[in-house]
């Protein structure tokens, strides 16, 4: 069963439960695991007994919602701190948000400092649930956390993909191991997926490349490993692939 993970007051404000059934739908198997991600940002007390009945009706909303559309719904019940958030991704398969660029530019900074990096699954920002993406582009350099990344992507969105068009960025390696990782990857999705190109850059131009593809897509997914600490560091990049219409997949 694929457990999809969703901070319910970190969305943006037209988001609701039936986008996830929908983007989800072709998941037989699948649950969502609810939290409120402030209980692990600030575990403090209410502000006062209004906040918490408004935090509590929104709660019965969402479950109410869930049993509507016979969705399997649960919040999850550990919400001590962050770290209790960290242990408990590692047994989900996606921590989805969807944002918007006022909502991220907004409430990006609560987040601490490496926050999102230290997910122990892999985590999925996108400004549209109702919209597919267009295109996928790969950022593949010699850290395998790409590796992993491609691995969940394709059990969440594989059969839906392989009609759409890749474009695969790798990193330039002398290392011979590197190379062979590279040559056996870009022959598997070229023969899983039916429109794959590469597009070959050195390391210090990896980032400007995906700045420039970004600039020119239209709902792209950019599917990365650690190298995407460079986008969730930098507001400017991710408010332009919010702006896109675009999508960051991403596994450290």
């Not at 989900?92 to 997910?119: C, K, Y």
């Not at 295109?135 to 394709?154: C, G, M, N, Q, R």
């Not at 790798?170 to 039916?194: A, G, M, P, R, W």
């Amino acid at each position: 069963m694929k457990n999809i993970l969703i901070p319910v007051d970190w969305q943006s404000q037209d988001a609701h439960l039936a986008d996830y059934a929908k983007a989800f739908e072709h998941i037989d198997n699948k649950k969502f695991s609810a939290f409120f991600l402030e209980d692990f940002l600030k575990h403090t007390e209410r502000e006062n007994a209004a906040a918490e009945a408004d935090r509590l009706d929104f709660r019965f909303e969402i479950e109410k919602e869930a049993r509507a559309l016979d969705v399997d719904l649960q919040f999850l019940a550990n919400t001590q701190n962050q770290i209790a958030l960290q242990f408990q991704t590692r047994f989900a398969d996606l921590l989805t948000i969807q944002v918007n660029e006022n909502s991220w530019r907004e409430r990006a900074h609560e987040l601490p400092a490496g926050f999102l990096e230290n997910m122990g699954c892999p985590v999925m920002i996108t400004a549209q649930f109702t919209r597919s993406f267009n295109e996928i582009i790969v950022s593949f350099d010699p850290d395998y956390s790409a590796l992993t990344a491609l691995k969940s992507f394709l059990s969440l969105y594989g059969k839906m993909s392989r009609e759409k068009s890749m474009t695969v960025i790798t990193v330039i390696s002398h290392d011979e191991s590197n190379i062979v990782t590279e040559k056996c990857l870009i022959e598997f999705l070229q023969k899983y997926f039916s429109n794959v190109g590469t597009l070959p850059v050195h390391q210090r131009s990896l980032v400007p490349t995906l700045d420039s593809l970004v600039s020119m897509a239209d709902a792209p997914l950019l599917l990365m490993g650690k190298s995407a600490t460079h986008f969730l560091s930098n507001s400017d990049r991710m408010e332009g692939l919010i702006r896109r219409k675009g999508s960051l997949f991403y596994s450290v």
